[in-house]
Protein backbone atom coordinates (compact mmCIF):
# COMPACT_ATOMS: atom_id res chain seq x y z
CA UNK A 1 0.00 0.00 0.00
CA UNK A 2 3.14 2.58 0.62
CA UNK A 3 4.21 2.01 -2.51
CA UNK A 4 1.03 3.12 -4.49
CA UNK A 5 0.93 6.13 -1.66
CA UNK A 6 -1.67 4.88 0.61
CA UNK A 7 0.39 5.10 3.34
CA UNK A 8 -2.60 5.54 6.16
CA UNK A 9 -3.76 2.03 5.05
CA UNK A 10 0.21 0.71 4.77
CA UNK A 11 0.41 2.29 8.61
CA UNK A 12 -2.58 0.41 9.84
CA UNK A 13 -1.74 -2.71 8.75
CA UNK A 14 1.59 -2.37 10.02
CA UNK A 15 0.37 -1.15 13.27
CA UNK A 16 -1.89 -4.62 13.85
CA UNK A 17 0.94 -6.83 13.01
CA UNK A 18 3.53 -5.06 15.79
CA UNK A 19 0.74 -5.22 18.17
CA UNK A 20 0.35 -8.73 17.08
CA UNK A 21 3.53 -9.38 17.21
CA UNK A 22 4.69 -7.48 20.51
CA UNK A 23 1.81 -9.03 22.78
CA UNK A 24 1.26 -12.49 21.49
CA UNK A 25 4.14 -13.47 20.06
CA UNK A 26 7.51 -15.17 21.71
CA UNK A 27 9.86 -12.14 22.21
CA UNK A 28 12.76 -14.87 23.22
CA UNK A 29 12.05 -15.81 19.39
CA UNK A 30 14.66 -14.17 17.55
CA UNK A 31 12.34 -13.97 14.49
CA UNK A 32 9.85 -12.47 15.75
CA UNK A 33 12.43 -9.94 17.40
CA UNK A 34 13.54 -9.51 13.35
CA UNK A 35 10.01 -9.00 12.33
CA UNK A 36 9.37 -6.53 14.85
CA UNK A 37 12.17 -4.41 13.94
CA UNK A 38 11.18 -4.91 10.15
CA UNK A 39 7.94 -3.49 11.04
CA UNK A 40 9.55 -0.41 13.15
CA UNK A 41 11.65 0.13 9.83
CA UNK A 42 8.78 0.06 7.49
CA UNK A 43 6.62 2.29 9.75
CA UNK A 44 9.70 5.24 10.24
CA UNK A 45 10.31 5.41 5.65
CA UNK A 46 6.22 5.64 5.66
CA UNK A 47 5.54 8.02 7.76
CA UNK A 48 8.20 10.45 6.20
CA UNK A 49 6.71 9.59 3.22
CA UNK A 50 3.29 10.96 3.93
CA UNK A 51 5.29 14.21 5.23
CA UNK A 52 5.18 13.14 9.14
CA UNK A 53 8.79 12.62 9.88
CA UNK A 54 8.79 13.72 13.42
CA UNK A 55 6.55 10.70 13.49
CA UNK A 56 8.96 8.47 11.92
CA UNK A 57 12.08 9.27 14.09
CA UNK A 58 10.21 8.75 17.33
CA UNK A 59 9.92 5.54 16.59
CA UNK A 60 14.03 5.23 16.58
CA UNK A 61 14.36 4.30 20.41
CA UNK A 62 11.54 1.85 20.30
CA UNK A 63 13.32 -0.18 17.22
CA UNK A 64 16.85 0.22 18.62
CA UNK A 65 15.71 -1.57 22.41
CA UNK A 66 14.24 -4.42 19.80
CA UNK A 67 17.35 -4.49 18.01
CA UNK A 68 18.91 -4.76 21.25
CA UNK A 69 17.15 -7.78 21.80
CA UNK A 70 18.73 -9.59 18.55
CA UNK A 71 21.12 -12.46 20.23
CA UNK A 72 23.41 -12.35 17.02
CA UNK A 73 26.21 -9.30 16.60
CA UNK A 74 25.43 -9.16 12.94
CA UNK A 75 21.65 -9.37 12.96
CA UNK A 76 22.39 -6.33 15.56
CA UNK A 77 24.86 -4.93 13.18
CA UNK A 78 22.70 -5.15 10.53
CA UNK A 79 19.50 -4.01 11.90
CA UNK A 80 21.11 -0.86 13.43
CA UNK A 81 22.51 0.18 9.93
CA UNK A 82 19.10 -0.21 8.42
CA UNK A 83 17.69 1.79 10.94
CA UNK A 84 19.96 4.74 10.81
CA UNK A 85 19.64 5.24 6.86
CA UNK A 86 15.97 5.26 7.67
CA UNK A 87 16.37 7.91 10.48
CA UNK A 88 18.94 9.76 8.22
CA UNK A 89 15.98 9.11 4.98
CA UNK A 90 13.45 10.60 7.61
CA UNK A 91 15.69 13.56 8.31
CA UNK A 92 16.18 14.90 5.10
CA UNK A 93 12.43 15.25 4.67
CA UNK A 94 12.26 16.77 7.72
CA UNK A 95 15.32 18.74 6.33
CA UNK A 96 17.22 18.22 9.60
CA UNK A 97 20.61 18.14 7.43
CA UNK A 98 22.86 17.72 10.80
CA UNK A 99 21.01 14.94 12.15
CA UNK A 100 20.76 13.12 8.57
CA UNK A 101 24.62 13.53 8.60
CA UNK A 102 24.99 12.27 11.85
CA UNK A 103 22.84 8.87 11.25
CA UNK A 104 24.18 8.64 7.77
CA UNK A 105 28.02 8.95 9.14
CA UNK A 106 26.42 6.07 11.73
CA UNK A 107 25.53 3.66 8.84
CA UNK A 108 29.25 4.04 7.32
CA UNK A 109 30.67 3.18 10.50
CA UNK A 110 28.50 -0.27 10.46
CA UNK A 111 28.72 -0.91 6.87
CA UNK A 112 32.55 -0.93 8.36
CA UNK A 113 32.21 -4.06 9.95
CA UNK A 114 29.31 -5.57 8.20
CA UNK A 115 31.64 -5.28 4.63
CA UNK A 116 35.35 -5.55 6.11
CA UNK A 117 37.39 -6.10 3.69
CA UNK A 118 34.62 -5.13 0.79
CA UNK A 119 35.38 -1.42 0.65
CA UNK A 120 33.44 -1.24 -3.07
CA UNK A 121 30.41 -2.38 -1.65
CA UNK A 122 27.60 -1.46 -3.44
CA UNK A 123 26.26 -0.56 -0.65
CA UNK A 124 28.45 2.12 0.19
CA UNK A 125 27.77 3.68 -2.87
CA UNK A 126 23.84 4.58 -1.54
CA UNK A 127 25.31 6.66 1.75
CA UNK A 128 28.09 7.86 -0.35
CA UNK A 129 25.33 9.66 -2.46
CA UNK A 130 22.96 10.31 0.19
CA UNK A 131 25.41 11.87 2.29
CA UNK A 132 26.67 13.95 -1.42
CA UNK A 133 23.25 15.13 -1.77
CA UNK A 134 22.65 16.18 2.38
CA UNK A 135 25.54 18.53 1.79
CA UNK A 136 24.28 19.60 -1.16
CA UNK A 137 21.31 20.89 0.34
CA UNK A 138 23.91 22.37 3.10
CA UNK A 139 25.39 24.45 0.06
CA UNK A 140 28.68 23.06 0.75
CA UNK A 141 29.83 21.80 -2.87
CA UNK A 142 33.20 20.96 -1.86
CA UNK A 143 32.21 18.18 0.61
CA UNK A 144 29.15 17.20 -1.60
CA UNK A 145 31.51 16.58 -4.50
CA UNK A 146 34.18 14.16 -2.19
CA UNK A 147 31.32 11.78 -1.19
CA UNK A 148 29.46 12.12 -4.84
CA UNK A 149 32.72 11.06 -6.10
CA UNK A 150 32.96 7.75 -4.15
CA UNK A 151 29.85 6.86 -5.26
CA UNK A 152 30.31 7.69 -8.63
CA UNK A 153 33.66 5.23 -8.31
CA UNK A 154 31.83 2.39 -7.09
CA UNK A 155 28.91 2.65 -9.00
CA UNK A 156 30.93 2.74 -12.22
CA UNK A 157 32.64 -0.46 -11.25
CA UNK A 158 29.14 -1.98 -10.48
CA UNK A 159 27.46 -1.43 -13.66
CA UNK A 160 29.44 -2.25 -16.88
CA UNK A 161 26.66 -0.41 -19.18
CA UNK A 162 25.08 2.92 -18.75
CA UNK A 163 22.92 3.04 -15.63
CA UNK A 164 20.59 5.56 -14.37
CA UNK A 165 22.41 5.70 -11.23
CA UNK A 166 25.65 6.78 -12.49
CA UNK A 167 23.79 9.06 -14.76
CA UNK A 168 22.11 10.91 -12.00
CA UNK A 169 25.20 11.07 -10.08
CA UNK A 170 26.88 13.01 -12.96
CA UNK A 171 23.62 15.41 -12.81
CA UNK A 172 24.61 15.63 -9.01
CA UNK A 173 28.16 16.49 -9.16
CA UNK A 174 27.16 18.91 -12.04
CA UNK A 175 25.29 20.61 -9.69
CA UNK A 176 27.89 20.73 -6.77
CA UNK A 177 30.23 22.35 -9.01
CA UNK A 178 27.79 24.74 -10.34
CA UNK A 179 27.68 25.96 -6.65
CA UNK A 180 30.86 26.41 -6.43
CA UNK A 181 31.00 28.48 -9.42
CA UNK A 182 32.94 26.22 -11.62
CA UNK A 183 30.90 26.46 -14.58
CA UNK A 184 33.08 25.00 -16.77
CA UNK A 185 33.08 21.33 -14.71
CA UNK A 186 29.88 22.26 -14.16
CA UNK A 187 28.80 21.78 -17.53
CA UNK A 188 30.77 18.57 -18.41
CA UNK A 189 29.14 16.62 -15.87
CA UNK A 190 25.86 17.71 -16.64
CA UNK A 191 26.71 17.07 -20.33
CA UNK A 192 27.74 13.56 -19.12
CA UNK A 193 24.71 12.76 -17.55
CA UNK A 194 22.27 13.82 -20.45
CA UNK A 195 24.36 11.61 -22.72
CA UNK A 196 23.54 8.63 -20.49
CA UNK A 197 20.04 9.83 -20.04
CA UNK A 198 19.95 10.09 -24.22
CA UNK A 199 21.26 6.64 -24.84
CA UNK A 200 19.07 4.87 -22.21
CA UNK A 201 15.46 6.62 -22.99
CA UNK A 202 16.11 8.38 -26.18
CA UNK A 203 16.41 11.55 -27.48
CA UNK A 204 12.68 12.62 -26.31
CA UNK A 205 13.33 11.71 -22.93
CA UNK A 206 10.11 11.38 -21.53
CA UNK A 207 11.72 10.83 -17.67
CA UNK A 208 11.42 13.02 -14.99
CA UNK A 209 15.16 12.89 -14.28
CA UNK A 210 15.50 13.87 -18.25
CA UNK A 211 13.99 17.02 -17.73
CA UNK A 212 15.64 18.08 -14.92
CA UNK A 213 18.71 17.21 -16.09
CA UNK A 214 17.97 19.41 -19.21
CA UNK A 215 16.79 21.87 -16.96
CA UNK A 216 19.94 22.42 -14.90
CA UNK A 217 21.85 22.68 -18.33
CA UNK A 218 20.10 25.13 -19.30
CA UNK A 219 20.67 26.81 -16.11
CA UNK A 220 24.53 26.23 -16.43
CA UNK A 221 23.70 27.89 -20.07
CA UNK A 222 22.55 30.72 -18.54
CA UNK A 223 25.05 31.20 -16.01
CA UNK A 224 27.51 30.74 -19.02
CA UNK A 225 26.39 33.48 -20.69
CA UNK A 226 25.36 31.21 -23.54
Known amino acids: ?24 SDLDNEDNISKIVECYNSLIVLYADMGNPKEGIALGSDTFEYIGRLGEEKNRDGSMAITYNNLAYASQKLLDVASAITFFEKTLELYDKIYEGYPDHIQYASIYNNLGMTYLLMSDGKKAIEYLDKALVIFEKAYESTSPLVAKIYGNIGQAYLLLGDTQKAFLNTKTCLDMYRELYGEDGGNADVSIAYGNMGLILNTMGQ
Open 1 to 24: YGGLGRYEEAIDLIESALEVLTTE
